[in-house]
């Protein structure tokens, strides 16, 4: 995902407002062994890429920031809403390096939900870990991981240690939580 992003000389609490006020968004980019830089982003372009993007990978999306006509690529670590409103007010950026390694949380998504053996018996599905962190290199992120629970009976559950985690990427998870699991329904 593409976005330009300008520098912002002030840290002043006064200037943040003015800055949400003008319609764009406060932001950090951390880099490791550069200065911090303050960074200003269009809030309707970034409203526009949170719109096409799929739920629950914003921490797993690259981002391509274009500061000052220079190309940085970076991930979101952070990100704040307005609690009445619930727009974005700040993002906290972290630079990514080709060979450096980084911590994401990937999302878990179930597949095979409407042929789940143990849903057609009248169970439920309940999921209980939505994502799993991961340390890997940028190029190596993976989008999401996915479970297949097609074969779940009632009871029955699977681990972290049945999602496939492709080569280069390292769970900082212990395998044998439950990740998802059928549950019958109490009468």
């Known amino acids: 995902m593409k976005l330009t992003a300008h520098v912002r000389p002030s840290t002043k609490k006064g200037d943040t407002k003015q800055i949400r006020r003008e319609g764009k968004v406060p932001?950090?980019?951390y880099s490791v062994g550069k200065p911090n830089q303050q960074l200003t982003l269009e809030a309707?372009?970034?409203?526009?890429v949170l719109r096409e993007m799929k739920q629950g990978h914003l921490g797993t999306t690259i981002?391509?920031?274009k500061?000052?006509?220079?190309?940085?690529?970076?991930?979101?670590?952070?990100?704040?809403?307005?609690?009445t409103t619930?727009?974005?007010?700040?993002?906290?950026?972290?630079?990514?390096?080709?060979?450096?390694p980084v911590s994401v949380k990937v999302p878990i998504s179930c597949?095979?939900?409407a042929d789940c053996t143990g849903i057609k018996l009248g169970g439920f599905l309940r999921q209980?870990?939505?994502h799993v962190k991961v340390e890997c290199l940028p190029k190596h992120i993976?989008?999401?991981?996915?479970?297949?629970?097609?074969?779940?009976?009632?009871?029955?559950?699977?681990?972290?240690?049945?999602?496939?985690?492709?080569?280069?990427v390292k769970p900082l998870a212990k395998m044998d939580e439950v990740v998802v699991v059928v549950s019958k329904r109490s009468t």
């Open 27 to 29: 932001a950090i980019l």
């Open 44 to 48: 309707a372009e970034f409203n526009a």
């Open 63 to 65: 981002f391509h920031l």
């Open 67 to 83: 500061i000052d006509g220079k190309e940085r690529k970076a991930i979101i670590k952070d990100i704040q809403y307005q609690l």
């Open 86 to 100: 619930y727009k974005v007010s700040h993002i906290d950026f972290e630079e990514l390096f080709d060979e450096v």
């Open 111 to 113: 597949t095979g939900v």
């Open 128 to 130: 209980i870990i939505r």
């Open 142 to 168: 993976p989008a999401e991981f996915q479970v297949d629970v097609r074969d779940l009976g009632i009871k029955q559950a699977k681990k972290l240690s049945d999602i496939k985690i492709p080569q280069g």
